[in-house]
């Protein structure tokens, strides 16, 4: 490690202090035994196991001896006797720890077994077994507590050498020839010593500990001469008499001890083996409520009356992360109005980043725990969940009781983009559906068990019964996805929310979900809401289409009029989708450019910097505005003429959009 | 390590004899047979390391243990009666015979049997490691989750700091320093519990404190680190949209998940607190192993400390088992019986 690091390890506070403690020991170690060193000695008659008096401030021993001199003088010993400890075990722990790797493959692979089989003792117990074999004192409990930490730190040694040693500068060593001694001191361990330092560090807190603790047993130091342990042992037998003799040793121990780990661990933080918290920039408790430029937004000027069937009407939804924003917060989704009717199939589209899954998430409640979810207007299957002026949803939701729970729960569905990972692995798949049914409908175990397989089977999960014990792991994609949509279906859903269900699917697969999903919509009546960011498979079961760009609904209108698209995105979008008719012979279209990073987009139309017909104009913000008999699009320069007259032929053309035989691969 | 020879863990299970090829096949067969090897491989090792202790002390342990001052044909009696005049091959059968017979020996300084001594004195130790450990898991586990719901998405920055820097403090204190500190405060000063022996349950209470305290903050470190990561994942967000109770969600799906490594280290702590009895036991003048263990190394009766040591090992590699086969059970995917 270099100075910096060091330096920067000082710095952090924590290391500082435990380096500080470090050098007064040091200090300490040095000069107790020759200023005190006899006054530690002198016995005094007069004062046998005294408590604490103006002569002896912490009290005498059993021959009359101060326990204050006694402690500060022990430090030279203790401090000694661990850092012997710690050398011993580093040495033995490196010596085991690069036998493997300079060792034949056999003999090698019985260092490792043995220091294997030695790990799983602890260290407490190898040094008992040592304690015997090199008898008891301070020399054999040296050995002994050296000895007994050697096992983990050479398994520390052999991790970070198999590591290094599959490099390529550790090959080229051994092409070109470089013997096996070298190969460890010159190009092995110089690789690995930042970790071992630290370790080590570490270790002689612990040996110091561990010395103690062998010193208190009477294994360690052997009178006349005396560590804290010893002195916390004798103390300990007058603990009535006098506390502070067993006290202060103790103290000085522990002391000692965590300054030593500490320092490892600020060391081990610089350093970096350990990764570091993550700091969030520093920002005002919740984001301003209206913020400077909201007025312009693409937001409706004033709230009107959501029409009398809709099972969802959110009005200038907003989404706010603590970030690199303007002030201090970024919005992914800034200012989002949608209905969805009793029954309707709605589709969100736009690419990665534009807000959707995140719209998605905030409709159910169930954005990220940072997100401060805003809205003019939230109505979810018959539940306002925010009205008036902007109430923060996210942080503290308004109303979280069983009613509200229940009522969302058994109404609201959700399908999530990855099944692989959307099931609890640990419990098998029928319960997590059965659990619907019995929280929200008191039903008993066999009832909601017996519901669950039936809705398995509603989604064609083959044999159901054998199903619905089985673990999420024993699932094929396809069939997980099913079996959350069947969890969909435990209760009387409205709305389903499907949240990108088909991208982590084959192709093949792809279909069977939509089709199942286009099943369940007409024989429940639920509407759907589908998130993707592929425009064709929208297109196949959506009336009604929602292009979202950059945080904001640019487009809206109805999937037969997808070949009339306004939004210069959305024909972007519509173009990059390949058909059978598409030249093989070209490269695949594509959006040209990126969309804007939330933090910083650009005034006015975000689109502006990606659009071919971008003027000046466009540096104010558009509105959504009625551009055709149910479509509205938020562009200044809408595009009214039919797209097939540029040789286009989009997808979702036919009446309802609905091509179940004609699916092509797309990608947007 | 000594230099005695080790067997490679894995090898009696490699040579699964052929007749029971049929559930060889089966992965949980599979995983209990190595698994069992390598349990056995341990304590053949185990049981060669306790009998070569008394071989590798330097100089005549019989001497040792009777003081220069024991005349020579007394030595040389108690040498012949401990075997060690024999052949090491020999001495080492007899071990082993005696030890599958259940003789430990007997104490070179009482003359009691070990196991006798064993028997009389494990029941203490294993009461106190067993307690603490209960305590530990009774503690530990609702604390931690307590802590990653209090302090999940980088909430209570207060409470995070001060739970993490307190429990790093107090779990780097060792046992034997907690108990003196805790005799200090309880004992001594409020007088409220007794300080040694083991009568009654409130003798329990102090020994129990200073070997639990610092496990059950570090497995509460542990608890908290691993379920906030559950808390990220996918199938979380599943279980809130399927509006369950949020203690359901954290008892039925968030914890479950965090339990492969609380049990990892629940079983490094349970065999580290096994061991933390000896320091313990010598604090509150235990009547357990760990005090007789001390007394026998002082007192060089090496019989006694060879059966103890046994003793111990043994505690710690049938736990290591356990553990292992607790998280083959607790891991559905199965990737430790694959492993």
Redesign the interface.
Known sequence: MGRAQWRAALRNPVGAVAAGLLVLLAILAIVAPILWGDAAEATDPAALSQGSTSDHPLGTDALGRDIMFRVLVATRYSLGLALLATAICVVAGVILGVLPAVLGRRSGRLVVAAVNLAVAFPALLLALFFAVIFGVGARGAVLAIGLAGAPSFARLVQTNVAAVSGRDFVAAARVAGVGRFRLIVRHLLPNVGEPLVVNATVLAGGALLAFAGLSFLGLGVQPPAYDWGRLLGEGLDRIYINPSAALAPGVAVVIAGLAFTLLGEAIAQVVGIRTTRRILPRRSATPPADPADGASTATAPAPTEPAPDAVLAVEGLRVGFPGAGPDGWTYPVDGVDLTVRRGETVGIVGESGSGKSLTALSLARLAPERAVVTADRLDVVGLSLAGGDGDALGDEPPRDDPAVRKHLGTRLAMVFQDPMTSFNPSMRVGWQLAEVARVHEGQGRRAALARAIDRLRTVRVPAPQRRAHQYPHEYSGGMRQRAMVAMGLMSEPELIIADEPTTALDVTVQRQVLRLLREVQRETGAAVVLISHDIAVVAQLCQRIVVMYAGRVVEELPADRLDRAAHPYTRALLGSVPDLTTDRELPLATVPGRPPDPASRPAGCAFAPRCSFADDVCRADPRLATVAPDQRAACWHPRLDDQKQHGQEPHGQEPHGRQPHEEGVSRA | ?TSTP????AAPAASAPSAVAGWVGNPWARFLLRRAGRLL??LA?LVT?AFL?IH???GDPVRAALGVTAPPDLVEARREALGLNDPLAVQFVDYLRALFSGDLGVSMTSGVSVSETIGQRLPATAGLAVVAFVVVMLAAIPLGLAMAVLT????RRGVELGFTSTS??VA???E??LA??L??VF???LGWFP?AGREGAASYVLPVLALALGPALLMARIVRVEALAVMD???V?????????PL?VYL??VF??A?TSTLTIGGLLL??M???T??VE??FAWPGMGMT??SS??AKD?PV?QGI?LV??AA??LV?LVVDVLLAI????STIREG
């Open positions: 390590m080790v067997t490679p863990p491989a341990s090792v390391l202790m590798l002390i330097p999940r998405g980088g909430r790093a403090v780097a204190i060792p034997f320093l003196v500190g005799v200090f004992g001594v000063t300080v994942e996918d199938f967000r599943t279980a809130r949209a399927k509006r369950l109770p359901r039925r799906h479950p998940n339990l065999s580290g096994i061991v933390g000896v320091l010598n604090v263990i001390v190394i002082l090496y400390v040591v111990y090992g710690v590699l290591n607790a891991d559905p995917r």
